[in-house]
């Protein structure tokens, strides 16, 4: 999860908890508003008919009920009930509502005087204590506040679809202005992934703003200028040590040869000698020749790439092998899996792909403990798979074989400075694939995927088996 969403997250569920607290209070603020009206407006009731039974002469119960049933202000579910100093009920009003009362009740609403509850039916019930001509009375009026309720759900349904559709807009609205505030960095990310190796000089845009990312343009500038230093002093000096390691070998060689001519083998011990500096020349120029191979991948120098058949440049490449290694026995399988030559064309350089095939095929002729090297070719899922096994008696480090210059510390005699398989991995990931390895039952196995072509449509005549 990028930064983006990760702030556009926060900044919504932050807006989210604030407004829910804000439209939470509105609501339990209108509820507790409607609720204490509601029951002052109960409590005026029970004291003006309590007034108007006992204190206001010529008004008799029936009267009274009369009055209460025709009133303007009536309440849904009204209902009324007075009792006198005995706990008796002396009135009730005509409404078919019931309070549901105790004694226990009525001592407690003489005792503290007003009391608020709401019965089993959700009626709000008000008791009151009165005391009028000389007597303690006790009135209990109830109601529906069916009005102030619908109003209250009303309230509810406006502050979830406020709630709602604020979540809504504020998470459009932190979308796009987070955007604007990344926009200077994913500018600048732009810019920074198309700087390689190859193009130190482009810098990023800086702006007049004078802000933190600004100043971040301004010292990655120049950090790339000193990247660009650095990068052209190492290929100059790779250049430079190149020709002048290549020129002194070319010149010993051909007095070496020189030498020969003049010992005419004449002297076998001179001849001996001679052989064996013109091996140590040859593997002298070799390395030279793989530490520039390599300084060539590592700097992403372009490559042409064309669609390639891969098990004739593999067929080549045991071809130019053979001599140099002529006990080695190779053996390819193509799997029933290939069942196009399309299937065995990917897009590469074939000088490469050549000089990886050479050497891991040098690496098993040098390093397997049988003369033997299987090289199966499948296809599975748009994927060229060539899989190298040949047999060893332990397995290698898989987390170090692929560096350069590793060698195990038994394999330090043997020709080679291990740079063969650390150029085999740069090639095959320069051209898209993968390469890794296993050893199972004996077997070192290099495991090389490829993709295929796309659209490779070359008019192969060669023939194979499978």
Excluded: W
Excluded at 26 to 50: C, P
Excluded at 226 to 254: C, D, M, W, Y
Excluded at 293 to 313: A, G, K, M, Y
């Amino acid at each position: 999860m990028n930064y983006k969403t990760r702030l556009t997250l926060l900044f919504v569920g932050l807006f989210f908890i604030v407004l829910t607290a804000i439209l939470s209070f509105i609501y339990i603020a209108y509820s507790e508003f409607r609720r204490d009206e509601f029951f002052e407006r109960l409590h005026e009731k029970s004291i003006s008919t309590a007034r108007l039974l006992i204190e206001v002469k010529g008004v008799d119960i029936n009267l009274l009920k009369i009055i209460d049933q025709n009133s303007i202000n009536k309440m849904y579910d009204e209902k009324i009930l007075i009792f006198d100093e005995q706990n008796k009920l002396i009135y009730s009003s005509l409404d078919d509502e019931k309070i549901p009362y105790s004694i226990k009740l009525i001592n407690a609403i003489r005792k503290t005087g007003r009391q608020y509850y709401v019965d089993d039916d959700n009626d709000e019930v008000v008791g009151v204590r009165y005391t009028g001509q000389g007597h303690d009375y006790v009135v209990l009026s109830s109601a529906y506040d069916r009005y102030g309720i619908s109003k209250l759900q009303n309230l509810q349904d406006l502050v979830i679809l406020a709630l709602v559709l604020g979540t809504l807009l504020i998470s459009v609205a932190s979308y796009y202005y987070i955007r604007q505030v990344f926009r200077p960095i994913d500018e600048l990310n732009r810019s920074i992934q198309n700087i390689n190796a190859n193009n130190l000089r482009g810098h990023v845009a800086v702006k007049k703003n004078k802000d933190e990312l600004d100043t971040l343009a301004i010292n990655y500038n120049q950090m790339l200028e000193r990247l660009s230093k650095a990068f052209e002093s190492q290929r100059a000096f790779v250049r430079n040590a190149a020709h002048e390691l290549k020129t002194p070998l070319a010149l010993i060689r051909g007095k070496l040869e020189r030498l020969e001519e003049l010992t005419n083998n004449s002297q076998p011990e001179i001849q001996q000698v001679t052989k064996g500096l013109s091996d140590d020349i040859d593997e002298q120029a070799a390395l030279i020749e793989s530490l520039l191979l390599i300084q060539r991948l590592q700097s992403q120098l372009p490559v042409n790439t064309t669609p390639i058949r891969v098990d004739e440049i593999l067929d080549e490449s045991v071809k130019e092998s053979s001599p140099v290694y002529p006990q080695q026995q190779v053996k390819i399988d193509i799997d029933a899996t290939i069942e196009t030559e399309e299937q065995l064309i990917v897009d590469g350089n074939a000088l490469l792909l050549k000089i990886c095939f050479r050497n891991l095929i040098e690496n098993a002729a040098l390093y397997s403990t049988t003369p033997q090297l299987s090289i199966s070719i499948r296809h599975d899922n748009a994927i060229l798979q060539l899989t190298f096994s040949n047999a060893g008696e332990e397995s290698s480090p898989g987390n170090l074989i692929f560096e350069p210059f590793f060698r195990e510390t038994q394999q330090q005699e043997k020709p080679g400075h291990g740079l063969g398989l650390s150029i085999v991995k740069q090639i095959i990931e320069m051209m898209g694939g993968t390469i890794t390895y296993s050893f199972l039952a004996g077997q070192h196995n290099f495991i090389l995927r490829q993709p295929l072509a796309n659209g490779a449509t070359q008019d192969i005549n060669t023939s194979y088996q499978s």
